[in-house]
């Protein structure tokens, strides 16, 4: 009998903890993430930015305000290993005209490879784990090869990233 006494005093304890920490890590997500930090500091300055950990912490990988033809080369704001690393992305370009930036799988804005579009009004991709490129392009995390701003209409239904 003592011991089940134990047990639930034990088991009451904990489920007590849990009510006690569950309103403060509501209350966290209720503030929002890094991302949210992110697009308080910079707002519509007209960039597109990448990070190499989800929900925009970790390094960033750049920030351009221009297309880049590929990732991996030594031009543009993305050098190097760049294009294996991006776990969330941000669009905080001006609204109007071509406003959508389109990530493709491999170098030189092939839509046939896959791409995926971020549109200015989702303002980022927090973790890029549950995206896919279009025609099975494979998973959008830790693989984007070039980007440009594209408009909308450039972007089909299936292509939009969350």
């Given at each position: 009998?003592r011991v089940?006494?134990?047990?639930?005093?034990v088991?009451a304890?904990g489920?007590?903890?849990?009510?006690?920490?569950?309103?403060?890590?509501?209350?966290?997500?209720a503030?929002?993430?890094y991302?949210?930090?992110?697009?308080?500091s910079?707002?519509r300055d007209?960039?597109?930015?990448?990070?190499?950990?989800?929900?925009?912490?970790?390094?960033l990988?750049?920030?351009?305000?221009?297309?880049?033809?590929?990732?991996g080369?030594?031009?543009?704001?993305?050098?190097?290993?760049?294009?294996?690393?991006?776990?969330?992305v941000?669009?905080?370009?001006?609204?109007?005209?071509?406003d959508?930036?389109a990530?493709?799988?491999t170098?030189?804005?092939?839509?046939?490879?896959g791409?995926v579009c971020?549109?200015?009004y989702?303002?980022?991709?927090?973790?890029?784990?549950?995206?896919?490129y279009?025609?099975?392009?494979?998973?959008?995390?830790n693989n984007?090869?070039?980007?440009?701003?594209?408009t909308a209409?450039a972007?089909?239904?299936n292509?939009?990233l969350?």
């Amino acid at each position: 009998m003592r011991v089940r006494t134990w047990g639930t005093a034990v088991a009451a304890l904990g489920l007590a903890a849990l009510g006690i920490a569950a309103p403060a890590t509501a209350q966290a997500a209720a503030q929002g993430g890094y991302c949210d930090g992110e697009w308080n500091s910079h707002g519509r300055d007209g960039l597109v930015r990448a990070w190499d950990g989800y929900d925009c912490t970790g390094n960033l990988l750049g920030a351009d305000v221009g297309n880049d033809y590929a990732w991996g080369d030594s031009s543009g704001q993305f050098t190097g290993d760049e294009y294996a690393r991006p776990k969330s992305v941000m669009n905080s370009g001006y609204v109007g005209g071509k406003d959508v930036v389109a990530f493709y799988r491999t170098s030189g804005w092939r839509y046939e490879y896959g791409y995926v579009c971020l549109s200015p009004y989702e303002l980022y991709a927090d973790d890029l784990s549950d995206n896919w490129y279009t025609n099975n392009g494979g998973l959008v995390l830790n693989n984007i090869g070039s980007h440009q701003w594209v408009t909308a209409s450039a972007c089909a239904a299936n292509s939009w990233l969350t």
